[in-house]
């Protein structure tokens, strides 16, 4: 008989042995996509340019389904398709109406300074012609 204390049969479950299965973490590398609907929503209300902002508006609308059903890939390819879209709506809503005000200024420069120096050549075509008619 044993009687040396504590007795192994009498300690309670937990045991300082490793467990044979380690827990393993899964970590899913699918990362959701952006759908940019609101950045859709706001180029098809405001800068809307040819068009691009509804055409952004309808693959947000096409990714987002495909997120909900599932499919991650279509969802990233139609997210994609809709950034794109959505950058170019609004760099031709932006860009180009500021590249046509700078053209008009400095076309209404440029046609300022022409005016000018057509009237300081006829008006000293005026004057020599006047001085001419007083000899």
Known sequence: MDTSYPREDYLPMTSHKRDP?????????AVVPRDHLIWSVFNTLYMNFCCLGFVALAFSVKARDQKVAGDVEAARHFSSKAR????LATVGSLVLPLLLTALIITGVIHLSKLAQESIDFFSYQLSTSDDDDDK
Request: proline share 8%; aromatic share 8%.
């Open 21 to 29: 299965s380690p827990t393993v973490i899964t970590i899913s590398s």
């Open 84 to 87: 794109c879209y959505n950058i």
